[in-house]
Each structure stands twice: as structure tokens, then as C-alpha cells.
């Protein structure tokens, strides 16, 4: 009985001790290893959005210094890579109205990017050049109680924009 045991013992340790070869989503680096910093510069804004272009590069900076080894620097000149991009189109649309005052009560803003990571000659990394992202609010019936979510709405999709293009660079999809 005891060889039995052990033989059990020792099946279940190696079986614990193996792996299937799968690994966690978002942990691949696929960037040459020569990339130690990357600047983020000010998106480039084409549209008439105030201040998206701004927020969606905060929001990849933070994002990048939270999930990645790489150090952040402001001046392209000084780092191994740039990750430059332009808000090419910004459009919002009702989707809701209310039936009592024919105001919109729901809105559906999508925006449309271009995003390239550069390294220091110039060598394309990464590029996307219709990066669209969608992003919902309501606007409230009543104008006493009335908040702007729009900025909110911007904040919550340019953190989905920096989620989305940080996994994108790291497993150079």
C-alpha cells in the first residue's frame, strides 16, 4: 500500500509541476529589447473636440508606466521610441429622445485615431491608422439636475484608447 501512495504522491506533483503551455493575456513583450524609454508627445487633434487629444495622452502614460518596464520620458530626443498619434475624426450622435421634450437623452460619441510607435531611425513598431473606439452617455432630462457627462464619457474611452493600445503594442497585434 505504501508504494501505491507514493506512487500517487508523485503523480499528482508531477502533473502539478507541468504546464500546458498557456500563459496570461497582456503579460507578452514583443518590443525589441534595445526599447528602454518611450516618449508619449500630444496627440495631434484634427478635430473640434476640446482637450481628447490631451487626455488620451495622459491616459497612455499612465497606462503604460502601470503595466509596463518601460520608463516614460517627454522628450522624443531622448528616448528609444515615440508613440505619436492624431485624433482623426470625432462624431456623437443622439440615440435616446426623450418623447416629452424631444431632447437627446442618450449620446454615442465614436472617435477614429491613428497611432504609430517609432523607434529612434524611425522604424515602424507599431501602427494602426483607423483606431475607432465608441463610447456612450446620457444627458439628463431635467436642466436643474443637469451634469456633463460628455467629460466623463471622454475620460472612461480614453482609458478604454490606453487599455486597448498598451495591450496592442505589447503583443504586436
Known sequence: MSGNRWASVLTLSLLCCTSCGYHLAGKADLLPKSIHTIAIPAFANVT??????????????????????????????????TLNGTVVSYVSYPTVIDQATSRATGVQAIVVLQVTLRDRAGAVLYQRPNLEFRERYEISVDPRAYFEESEVAMERLSRDVARTVVSSVLENF
Open 48 to 81: 473640434t473636440r476640446y482637450q481628447l487629444a490631451d487626455r488620451l495622452s495622459a491616459a497612455l502614460t499612465r497606462e503604460f508606466i502601470s503595466r509596463t518596464r518601460y520608463q516614460i520620458v517627454a522628450d522624443p530626443a531622448k528616448a528609444d521610441a
